[in-house]
C-alpha cells in the first residue's frame, strides 16, 4: 500500500495496478478502479478539511452520548 499527499489531496494506492476508472464516493472522494472495475485506490481532495471535520463530528457524538448517559 502506498499513499501520497499533494496540494489537491491524499491518494491511497491499494495496487501498483493502472487507474481504468474512478467512481465518486461521495464529495471529494474518489475510489479508483481497474480495468476489471475492482478498487486499486483512494483519493480524497481537501484531506485536511475531511479528517477535521471527521473527528469533530465524532468527538461531538460521543459528548453528546456521554451528556445524555450523565442526565439518565
Not at 487507474?19 to 484531506?47: D, H, M, Q, R, W
Amino acid at each position: 500500500m502506498k499513499y501520497r499527499l499533494s496540494l489537491r489531496g491524499y491518494d491511497l494506492a491499494i495496487s501498483d495496478e493502472p487507474e481504468a476508472g474512478s467512481v465518486e464516493v461521495s464529495p471529494n472522494i474518489t475510489a479508483e478502479l481497474n480495468a476489471k472495475g475492482e478498487l486499486i485506490g483512494i483519493e480524497i481532495l481537501g484531506a485536511s478539511a475531511f479528517v477535521r471535520d471527521s473527528v469533530l463530528d465524532s468527538v461531538q457524538a460521543k459528548v453528546l452520548d456521554l451528556e445524555e448517559a450523565k442526565m439518565a
